[in-house]
T-cell receptor, first 121, second 110 residues
Framework: GAVVSQHPSRVICKSGTSVKIECRSL??????MFWYRQFPKQSLMLMAT?????????EQGVEKDKFLINHASLTLSTLTVTSAHPEDSSFYIC?????????????????FGPGTRLTVL | ELKVEQNPLFLSMQEGKNYTIYCNYS?????LYWYRQDPGKSLESLFV?????AVKQEGRLMASLDTKARLSTLHITAAVHDLSATYFC??????????FGAGTQVVVTP
């Protein structure tokens, strides 16, 4: 089945530094990818939609200058957390829409990456 | 605005017994998803439900969808320890974005 990878899986950084997280669709093309953030014991919250060839669209309350998104190719989207602070510590997950099933019976679905655990000291 | 409500938020299950998780959503949607999340891990897709009356089963899990009632259920039959996890339902909004429920933390004990 379709696979989405994320790198790094875990990162620890000092306050004020920037961190880049990569999301790749490994065996399919994704013109759109989604970035989510999940705090402990909470649900996933959509941060932004990454669009290949155009600007990302951000959800209300998400600072676009702090969370820079670049959809460099049909298989790669990056999220850069700029000037990270301890409150940015979270689990960041990307997803890409794709098709699941067989050639004769397929269903739109979302493939999720394994997530990136960011800890800002 | 699309809202997705799950209940219960926490479910302590006894091995061998049956339980149901409920997912209500506020506006019409094309599809409903169920996911499983283990601690420290990402989401694992369980089911995609597309139409009214859809029922899907995989092992001890069965999901159903009633689009008229805007309700989906995830039924667990004869719970076993391996089913301990957090279960999320999610619904696509008119823009194709996923709106998640709060999640149901399931703990299965002997």
């Amino acid at each position: 089945g379709a696979v989405v990878s994320q790198h790094p899986s875990r990162v620890i950084c000092k306050s004020g530094t920037s961190v880049k997280i990569e999301c790749r669709s490994l065996d399919f093309q994704a013109t759109t990818m989604f970035w989510y953030r999940q705090f402990p014991k909470q649900s996933l919250m959509l941060m932004a939609t990454s669009n290949e060839g155009s600007k990302a669209t951000y959800e209300q309350g998400v600072e676009k200058d702090k969370f820079l998104i670049n959809h460099a190719s049909l298989t790669l989207s990056t999220l850069t957390v700029t000037s990270a602070h301890p409150e940015d510590s979270s689990f960041y997950i990307c997803s890409a829409p794709g098709l699941a099933g067989t050639l004769h019976s397929s269903t739109d679905t979302q493939y999720f990456g394994p997530g990136t655990r960011l800890t800002v000291l | 605005e699309l809202k997705v409500e799950q209940n219960p938020l926490f479910l302590s299950m006894q091995e061998g017994k049956n339980y149901t998780i409920y997912c209500n959503y506020s506006t019409t949607s094309d599809r409903l998803y169920w996911y499983r999340q283990d601690p420290g891990k990402s989401l694992e897709s369980l089911f995609v439900l597309l139409s009214n009356g859809a029922v899907k089963q995989e092992g001890r899990l069965m999901a159903s969808l009633d689009t008229k009632a805007r309700l989906s259920t995830l039924h667990i039959t004869a719970a076993v320890h391996d089913l301990s996890a957090t279960y999320f339902c999610a619904v696509t909004d008119s823009w194709g974005k996923l709106q998640f429920g709060a999640g149901t933390q399931v703990v299965v004990t002997p």
